[in-house]
C-alpha cells in the first residue's frame, strides 16, 4: 500500500508527491480548483485525506522516530472508512463509566467487521481491561469485566 | 495574589514533598513499576503510560545515566535534539520532573530553544467579541492573518453561535493571509463538526489532566482522548491537547502532588495518546502556579518537557498570568526569549474587553510593545508590524468577504454600517446590536444542512473574492494531503507546510538554527511607530529674527557686560531648542535677563566647539566681567566663570526640555549677579527622570548637527541680533 514512498523523502506530499494524494473519489490535488468548484465537481465528502495518504503519513511520523503519533495516524486510516455518527458513539462509549465491558468489546468486534479496523479494536480492548481495572465501567457491569 | 505553598492541595510549584520518588521496572517486556507504583496499583494514567508512553529499550539506557547527566545533556550545545529526544522515550514522568528541576532559569530557556520542535517559532491569535459581531470578527481574524499568525482561535458566548464565528474568522484569515489555519473552540462533539463540514481547520480543545480523578471529572479518559485525536486526523484535522500546571490542584484533585509533576504525567500520556504536540505552560490556570514560590520557573519547565518529548509546544501566555504588567512579562521572556512553537497560545488581536476566553493577557493595545520587544532583543515571536492603512484595508475586505458571504447563504445581512464600524471602531461596543436570534438560527442551518468550507468558497467567489476563495480550496488540499497532520505544522508563503518533519529545529551552537536576520529582520525592525530622525530636526519653524555677524569677537571691557555664547548651529542650522522653544525666544529671554540684573548682554557665537562648557568657557573668556552664559542649539545651557576650569561651571542646565522661557530669563539674572558680585540663588530647575529615555535620539540628533557645524579653528564672532518682528 506505500510502495514507491520514502517517508524520508517524500514529505510534504502536497509538494515533493503530488502524484500520490488524491481524495477518496479519485480527484487529484490539480483538480481541486475553482473551475472544478463552480463546475460543482468537488463535494465536502471528499475533502479528505484517504487511507493510503494517512498511512503514508504514519511511515513519515515513524521514520521522525515518532512512534506514537505513527499509530495515531495508522488508527486516523482506519477510522476514515467509519461514518461520522458511529465514531461519535464510539467516542461516548469510550468515556467514563457510559460501557459496560460486554459493551466495548461488540464496539471492538463491529469495528474489526464492518470497518477492518484492527487496530481501533485493539484500542478499545485495551481500554476495556484499564477500564475494568479502575471502575471505569457503566455501574453494575465490573462483575462482567473479567470474562472477556 | 501571593500564597505560601499548601502541597496537600496541589498548591506548589515543582520538588514537592508528596511526588513520587522516579522508578521503572520492567518483566517480560512489560512496565510492572512506574513511579513508585506497581502494576496493581497504577491508575488509567499509570496504565495508559506504560502501555503506550515508554521505550522499553531507550529506559534501560536511560536508567544507566544520573539525572544530573541528563541535565547537563539538556544544555550541552553539543548534544543534538534527536539525541535528547529519543532519551526522554525511556524516562518516567517523575524521572522528567526531576530532571528539568535541576535547571536554572536560563537553562531552562536554553534547552528550550535547543529542543523546540519547528525551526521558526511562531505565534496564535485569539479573536472574538462580546457581540459575537461577523463583521467584527472576520476584520480582526482579517488583520491578525495579516500580521503574521499562523494560528486564529475564536470561541463563542452562545454555543449556537459557533458555525457563524467558524466562517467569520475562516473567511477574514484566508482575506488576510492565505494559508493560516483556524479553529473555534466549543463542546467536543460541535468542534469535531466543524472541522467535518470544513469550517475549521485544526483543534486544540482535547483537555489531559495529570490525575485520574480530575480525568474523570473532565468526563473522558486517556483512551477516550486519543480516539478523538484519531478521529480528527481521519477527517484530515489538525489536533493538539491542553494541559497546564494547576488545573488538577483547582479541581481538587492534585493527590498531594506538585504541579509540574502532575504536568509532567499530563505530558507523558499526551505523548503516549500519538498527539502532534501540545498547548501548555499553565495556560488558564496560570496565575495559580504563579501564586507560589517558583511558579513561573515551573511553567517554563513544563514547556520544556513537552519540547523535550517532541511534542508542538503553544506556550500558554494568552490567560492573565498576574495585574502586574512586570511579573506578566517577565514570565512571558521565559518563552518569548528562546521561541517556542507558539509563544502564546492566544494572542487577543482585539481590545481585553472583547476577549471571551476570559483573558487576554497580552491584547491589540500591546502589540506595539510587544512589536518593540522583538526589535529590542533581535527576537522573531511570531508577529508583524504593518502599517495603519494597510490594517484598515486589510479589516475592511475581511469584513465585506464575510458580509458577501452570509448574503450569498442567506444568513442575516451584514449591513455597510456593521463593515464601516467593524474596520474603524475600537471594539464591538462601537457596533449596532444583531438580531442574535435570527444569527442563531442560521448557525443551526449551517450544521443542518452541512454547509461546508466550500459553499464558503463558492460564497467567495460569486462575490469577486476569488482570492479568498482559491485560499479555502488551498485549505481543502492540506485536509486532502494530510501533510499538516505532522508536528508542528503551519503554513508558510506559497502554501509550503513548515513542520518539524520539513523544517526541524537545527540549533547546534551560536550562527545556527533559526535566527531573526536579513528581510525578516528588516521586516520586524521597521515599525510603524518608529521616527524617521530626518524628521526629529526638520519642521523647525522659519526664524523670525537673525544675527548679523560683526567680525572676529575680542575680550570685552565693561564690568558689567555678560556674554551669551551660541553653539555653532544656533539659530542657523537649528531653530528650536529640545524643548521645542524657538532659538530668538530663547535668545531674547537671557538677554532681558542680563539686562534686568543691570548688565549689558553681548552676544557672541563659539565656532570651534560642540560642548557646552567650552562654549561657556569661550564666551566667559570674552566676556569684560568674566562671566558668560554658553549655549547649545538644544537648550543646554551653562553660566561660566572665565577663571573656572573650562569643565567647572557656576550653574549647569543640562535638562534643557524642562526649561521654559523664564528659565532663561532666570538664568541671564543670575549670569548678570554674578558678574556683579552679588548672591544669588541658583535657577530652580524641573527633574524629569524620563526625559532622558523619551529624548536621547533626539539628543543625539541635534547634538549631531551641532557638531557638524563646528569649524575648526575658526575664531568666535561678534553678533547683533535683528529681529524681524511683524
Known sequence: MVADFDPRSDYPLGTRRPDLACTPSGLSLDELTLDALRAGRLSNDAMRATPETLLRQAAVAHAAGRTQLAENLARAAELTAVPDDVILGLYTALRPRRTTAAELERWAERLER????????????????AYAERSLLAPGATAEAGRR | MLAEPRPELGLVAMDGPGDPEPSLRIRDGRVVELDGRSAEEFDVLDRFIARYGIDLEIAAKAAELADDEIARRLVDVGVPRPELVRLSRGLTPARLARVVALLDPVELMFALKKLRARRRPANQAHVTNRKENPALLAADAAEAAARGFAEIETTVGVSRYAPLNAIAILVGSQVGRPGVLTQCAVEERRNLQLGLQGLTTYSETLSVYGTEPCFVDGDDTPWSKALLASAYASRGIKVRFTSGAGAEALMGHAQGCSMLYLEARCLAAIRAAGSQGVQNGGVSTVALALAVPGGTRAILAENLIAAWL?????????????????????????????????????????????????????????????????????????????????AVAVRQRGALAVQAVFAALGFPPVSDEEIELATRGYDSRDLPDRDRAADVVAGDRVLEEGISGLDVAAALDG????????????????????????????????????????????????????????????????????????????????????????????????????????????????????????????????????????????????????????????????????????????????????????????????????????????????????????????????????????????????????????????????????????
Not at chain 2, 335 to 354: A, I, K
Not at chain 2, 647 to 676: C, H, K, Q, T, W
Open chain 1, 114 to 129: 464492518e470497518y477492518g479496523a484492527h487496530s481501533v479494536a485493539a484500542f478499545v480492548r485495551e481500554a476495556a481491561d
Open chain 2, 310 to 390: 517532541d511534542l508542538e509546544v503553544a506556550s500558554g501566555n494568552d490567560a492573565i498570568a498576574s495585574h502586574s504588567p512586570i511579573r506578566k512579562t517577565a514570565k512571558l521572556m521565559g518563552q518569548f526569549l528562546p521561541g517556542t512553537d507558539f509563544v502564546t497560545s492566544g494572542y487577543s488581536v482585539m481590545p481585553r474587553y472583547d476577549n471571551v476566553f476570559g483573558g487576554g493577557n497580552y491584547d491589540a493595545d500591546d502589540l506595539d510593545e510587544w512589536l518593540t520587544i522583538q526589535r529590542d532583543w533581535q527576537v522573531d515571536a511570531g508577529i508583524e508590524p504593518i502599517a495603519e492603512d494597510e
Open chain 2, 463 to 726: 462575490a469577486d473574492f476569488t482570492d479568498a476563495a482559491e485560499a479555502i480550496l488551498g485549505l481543502q488540499r492540506l485536509r486532502v494531503t494530510a501533510d499538516y497532520l505532522q508536528t508542528s505544522a503551519i503554513v508558510g508563503p506559497d502554501w509550503t507546510v513548515e513542520s518539524a518533519v520539513s523544517d526541524p529545529n537545527d540549533y547546534r551552537g551560536p550562527g545556527t538554527g533559526y535566527r531573526l536576520e536579513g528581510p525578516r529582520w528588516a521586516k520586524l525592525q521597521r515599525l510603524p511607530h518608529q521616527l524617521d530622525p530626518a524628521e526629529l530636526t526638520a519642521g523647525q519653524v522659519a526664524a523670525s529674527a537673525r544675527l548679523v555677524a560683526k567680525g572676529e569677537a575680542r575680550p570685552g571691557d565693561g564690568a558689567d557686560e555678560v556674554v551669551l555664547a551660541l553653539g555653532p548651529a544656533f539659530l542657523t542650522e537649528l531653530r528650536e531648542t529640545i524643548g521645542g522653544l524657538a532659538h530668538e525666544a530663547v535668545l531674547a529671554a537671557l538677554a532681558d535677563g542680563v539686562r534686568d540684573g543691570g548688565c549689558r548682554p553681548r552676544i557672541v557665537r563659539v565656532r570651534d566647539a560642540a560642548d557646552v562648557a567650552f562654549i561657556g568657557h569661550e564666551g566667559a573668556r570674552l566676556s569684560g566681567s568674566g562671566v558668560a552664559v554658553g549655549i547649545q542649539s538644544k537648550g543646554t545651557a551653562v553660566i561660566h566663570r572665565a577663571d573656572l576650569e573650562p569643565l567647572d561651571n557656576l550653574e549647569l542646565f543640562g535638562m534643557a526640555p524642562l526649561l521654559g522661557v523664564d528659565s532663561y530669563r532666570a538664568i541671564g539674572r543670575n549670569a548678570a549677579a554674578y558678574a556683579l558680585g552679588h548672591q544669588a540663588s541658583p535657577v530652580p530647575i524641573e527633574i524629569d527622570n524620563y526625559a532622558r529615555a523619551k529624548l536621547i535620539v533626539k539628543t543625539l540628533l541635534m547634538h549631531a548637527k551641532e557638531a557638524e557645524a563646528v569649524e575648526p579653528g575658526a575664531p568666535p564672532l561678534e553678533l547683533s541680533l535683528e529681529l524681524a518682528r511683524a
